[in-house]
Every structure is written in C-alpha cells, then in structure tokens.
C-alpha cells in the first residue's frame, strides 16, 4: 500500500531536529491542520456561495454577479463583510442566552465534522476509528440549536420553523445512517480513511457507486434535506415562514446560520465524495501510471503529485455535486411537510432497510466483491 | 399476495416514472444554462424601442390651434389648455399647455386624435424625479426632444429580439446596418 504524503511525520521529525522535545514539536503541529481546515471550509463556503449565485444566474438566463471582482468573486466576501459590520439585535421578548447560543450550536459540530474529511492517506485531522458515526452523531446536535433559536426568537414562525427543521432532521437521519452503514458494511470499518482505501485499486471502476446505487440516491436525497435544501427547504419556507427559525435574527448570529447552512452543504458534498465517488481517488488508479512509467511509489515528486491529485478530485467530486444540488434547486419545487415526511418515513426508509440487508445478503453470497 | 405483488410493482413504477420526470427537469435546466443571457446591464446598455413605443408625449406649441380635442379623448381629461379668444384675428390664442405624466397613461389617444399633429410620442422612459410635481411638464418641457439611445456614447444600443437579423440571437457586437428579419414597410410598398 503506497503510504503516500506525511506531512504531520516530516514536520514533527524537523522539528525534534531542531532540538525540541517531541511532546512540544506535536503541540506546534496540532492547531496547524485545525486552523487550515477552518479557514479552507469557510473558503469552501465562499466559493460555494458564489457557485450557488452564478449558477442561479445561469439556470435563469441571467449573468449574476459581475462587477465585485472578476466574474464577480468577492460578491460573497462583500455579503460576509456587510454581515459582519450590521447591527446585532436581540428581540426585546426573547430569551437572550438562547437565542444567542442557537446559532453557536448549530455553527459548531458542522465545522467539529470536518475532523475526518480525508483529502489524502495521511491529509486529514485525525484519522477516528469512529469516522462517519462521529458526523451522524455531530449532526444530530444540529437540530437542537435550530429549536433552541426557533422557541428564544418568542416569535410563531420562528417557532413553526425550528419545529419543522427537528422533525426533518430526526426523520431523514435514520436513512442516512442506514445508507452510510451499508458502506460500512462493505468496508469493514467506520473509518473515512479505510473507506476510501477499500475503493481504491480499481479505478473508476472500484468506488461505492456501482456497489451501492440506491444508497448513493438515498445518502444524497437525505443529505440534501438534512441540509435543508431547495426540495426540501421547509424550515426556511420564505413563502409560508417568512425566513423559519432565521426570522429574528440579524448580523453575526444571522451569518453564523447562513455559514453553517453552507458548510453543511460542502461538508454532506465531500462525504458523499468520500462514501460513494472514490474519496481522494483519481479515475485512473495513480500507481498503475506509476508502475507503468516506472516511477518509485515513495519518489517525493511522486508524493506531493499525487497528494494535490487527491486534494484536487475530493474538491471536484464535492463541488461537482454541489453543482447538481444548486441544479437541483431550480428544477424541483418544495415539497409539503407531509410529503417530506412521507417520502422520508415510508419511502426511503424501508429502501434504505432493504438495501442494506441485501448488501449484507451479497456480503455473504459473494465476500470478493463486496468486501468479505 | 398476486394483489399485493401488484400493488408493488405499481408503486415501483411510479417511482421510477418520478425518477424520469425530475431527471427531465433536470436536463431543461441544465440546458438553459447554455443559453445568452438575456440581461441589458441597464446603465451602460439600453434597449433600441420599438418604433410604436409609447413614451412621454412631445408637444409643439406653434402647431397647437387650442381645439382641446386631445382633453375630450384622454380618459382622465388630463392635458391642460389655458387658451384666450384674440378679438383681432378671431382665433383662439394659446397661452399654456401641460401634462401631468405622473398621471397619464400613455395611451396615446391625444397624439392619435389631434388635428394638427401637434401632439406625438417620443421614445423617453426615465422619468423618475424626486419630487412628483416636476412631472407636470409645460409647453417648454413638453417640446422637449430626448436623447437618442443610438447617438449616446455613453451607451451601448442593443436590439430587440425582432430587429435582429434573421437567426441572429445575439445584440451584442451586431453591425449597425445589419438588416432585421422580414421585409420592411418600404420594400413592400415597391412589391405593390
């Protein structure tokens, strides 16, 4: 197995060169990948914000942002710059340590699952042995802070969209969790980095995708309403709520919703990349091209080649069906709460059931193909 | 258990049928986004109008006899004329004229019906003001010609869909003497 790039190993090692005990070099590496990861995911948002609106624009068959920057570029950034400096406003009636710490809640654990987005064999926070059950379980907390903000905003709709964004949340995690466990299934482990790994090898041929077609459908449809979604915006239903559980809210703590909204987007994207599309994994297997040419797997040219290919293809993967997800917004209307609910409880998630039995059926029935 | 099979395979297929119509949907809209964008970035590009377009009426004071015919027509009786009758020529002399156009509809009924041909549209359509009384336009206001859209350098013109030439799409970058599609009221007068 190629080990490929070790970025935390070499920095640690030059560092204890320079004569610093190992425990010190460790503690100046840690925030490194922290501060990295935070400032790549609101970048991430950035871009994501500005795909959402030039894409928009495109659908509709009108240009978009076009004189902040060039092709309009730092239109996010000027959004996020404006939010920045508006006013923070407190209703009068609502409870001001809940509403204050709603958006903390929801802005939190979103950014905590960055942890174990893998871009690479070795680029990544930190590798858990518990992987994807971390961000089912960090994405559960989610729903409690958009109620947290919806019940202090003392406000109907505010109320009626923090309920809807729980019951949306509770019931669309159940496929979800079941799709993700059919993958892990395959792979025999809960580990980002093992599942990416168990896709390697063959290609384009060797992702989840082709293995596990309808939980791909079921992960995505799940994602997209765990993210609240165009289909399945029912929270924010402008039409009906005004702006849902955001109603109330102005300023930072507004930008941390739409922050979080937005990384929630990129972050379900690039798990999507990693469960079903092959992770870090570049269509053609990389070491056969290396073989072939006759290029040493530990040659250091090699390395930072292949682990900017892996970064590289996790981003197009992501941003690829981030493309589909803003797409999707202009061709699907909302769906009623009852349909939600319905399409959640007694469509996907007896699919997700079925495909996950018939995984393990084919788990057992042919363990080469299906990771035995 | 025939019946329940059944219901099943019902229910499959109107999933897959749903399947087929979003991805159907999808397609439209992936195939609008190849399409021109059809923005006039309004400051800098304007529109070339149409030649019936109805904007702010133009007025010429000498052609006007007074006959306030274009009051009895408009819908509102809108146009003020302050005329006197001169003893020594025995014709009515007008003193003022005026058009509230935060009132008029620009129906064109006036310029439709007026003997002299004093009265006529122009192609003007900003008239935004901050203060509504400056809408009420006299006689000198009135005679008033606007700028035209092709003589500003400030502005780029674009054409109207139907004054582009034929299977021409696109305004921008069009040379000015291109001919639009269909024949003109000149060629069909020389067919006759």
């Keep these: 197995m190629n080990p490929g790039i070790d970025l935390q190993g070499t920095f640690i090692k030059s560092l204890m060169d320079l004569g610093l005990p190992p425990g010190t070099a460790k503690a100046i590496w840690m925030p490194l990948p922290m501060i990295l990861m935070l400032i790549g995911a609101t970048v991430g948002v950035l871009v994501c914000v500005w795909l959402e609106r030039k894409i928009s624009a495109a659908a509709q068959q009108r240009i978009g942002p076009e004189y902040i920057g060039p092709l309009g570029l730092l239109a996010p950034v000027a959004d996020g710059l404006k939010l920045v400096f508006k006013e923070d406003i407190v209703p009068a009636q609502a409870d001001p340590w809940l509403f204050t710490i709603g958006p903390i809640i929801v802005v939190v654990p979103v950014f905590l699952s960055y942890v174990i987005v893998p871009f690479g064999q070795n680029i990544l926070i930190s590798n858990i042995g518990t992987g994807v059950f971390l961000w089912i379980a960090l994405s559960s907390i989610q729903p409690i802070g958009l109620l947290m903000a919806g019940y202090a905003s003392n406000n109907k709709y505010s109320l009626l969209g923090g309920l809807r964004a729980a019951a949306q949340s509770i019931s669309y995690e159940i496929p979800l969790a079941l799709s993700v466990l059919a993958i892990v299934l395959m792979s025999n482990s809960l580990s980002t980095v093992d599942i990416v790994n168990q896709q390697s090898g063959y290609g384009i041929l060797g992702w989840n995708v082709w293995r596990q077609p309808v939980g791909f459908i079921i992960f995505w449809i799940s994602a997209l309403a765990e993210c609240e979604r165009l289909p399945f915006d029912l929270p924010e239903a402008e039409e009906e709520l005004v702006a849902g559980y955001q109603t109330e809210y102005s300023g930072m703590k507004f930008a941390l919703f739409y922050l979080s909204s937005y990384v929630n987007l990129v972050l379900s994207a690039l798990l999507v990349s990693v469960l079903y599309l092959g992770g870090w994994d570049f269509p053609i297997s990389l070491n056969l091209i290396a073989s072939w040419v006759g290029v040493s797997e530990t040659n250091p040219v090699l390395q930072i080649i292949d682990a900017s290919l892996g970064i590289t293809m996790t981003l197009l993967k992501a941003y690829f069906l981030v493309f589909l997800a803003i797409l999707l917004r202009w061709t699907v209307p909302r769906v009623r709460i009852d349909q939600l609910l319905d399409l959640g409880w007694k469509f996907l998630l007896p699919i997700a059931l079925v495909n996950l039995l018939l995984t393990a059926a084919l788990k057992l029935a042919f363990p080469v193909a299906f990771g035995g | ?192």
């Design chain 2, 1 to 192: 258990m025939l019946k329940f099979l059944k219901q099943v395979g019902d229910y499959a297929k109107e999933t897959v049928q749903a399947a087929r119509y979003i991805g159907q949907g999808l397609s439209v809209t992936f195939d609008h986004m190849q399409r021109r964008p059809i923005t006039v970035q309004y400051p800098y590009e304007k529109l070339i109008l149409g030649e019936r377009f109805r904007g702010r009426i133009h007025f010429e004071f000498d052609k006007c006899i007074a006959c306030e015919v274009c009051v009895r027509v408009c819908p509102i009786n809108l146009p003020v004329v302050d005329w006197e009758y001169d003893k020594a020529s025995k014709k009515k002399k007008l003193n003022h004229y005026s058009i509230d156009f935060g009132v008029c509809i620009f129906c064109g009924n006036c310029v439709e019906y007026c003997p002299t041909n004093c009265l006529s549209m122009t192609e003007e359509y900003e008239l935004s003001t901050y203060d509504r009384h400056e809408l009420n336009y006299d006689s000198v206001a009135l005679g008033r010609l606007p700028y035209k859209v092709t003589d500003d350098p400030m502005v780029t013109p674009l054409r109207e869909l139907v004054y582009l030439p034929k299977g021409v799409m696109e305004p921008h970058g069009l040379p000015v003497d291109a001919p639009r599609a269909g024949a003109r009221p000149e060629d069909l007068v020389e067919k006759s």
